[in-house]
């Protein structure tokens, strides 16, 4: 049996998804997903 691949995320969101007068004018979502062999240099990236 092939063992499964591990795999990392880091999802962000920004803004408001209300509609008021008083809410931002976005919304935006992002992801980011890698293999655990590349989780170090990754997690520096996120660092930065």
Same mark, same amino acid.
Request: hydrophobic share 45%; charged share 20%; proline share 4%.
């Given at each position: 049996?092939?063992?499964?691949?591990?795999?990392? %995320?880091?999802?962000?969101? #920004?803004?408001?998804?209300?509609?008021?007068? $008083?809410?931002?004018d976005?919304?935006?979502?992002?992801a $980011? #997903? +890698?293999? #655990?062999? +590349?989780d #170090?240099? %990754?997690?520096?990236?996120?660092?930065?």
């Open positions: 049996m092939t063992p499964r691949l591990k795999i990392h %995320a880091f999802i962000d969101e #920004a803004g408001q998804r209300s509609n008021s007068p $008083v809410s931002s976005h919304f935006t979502m992002s $980011v #997903a +890698w293999t #655990a062999e +590349w #170090a240099h %990754a997690r520096a990236l996120l660092r930065t």
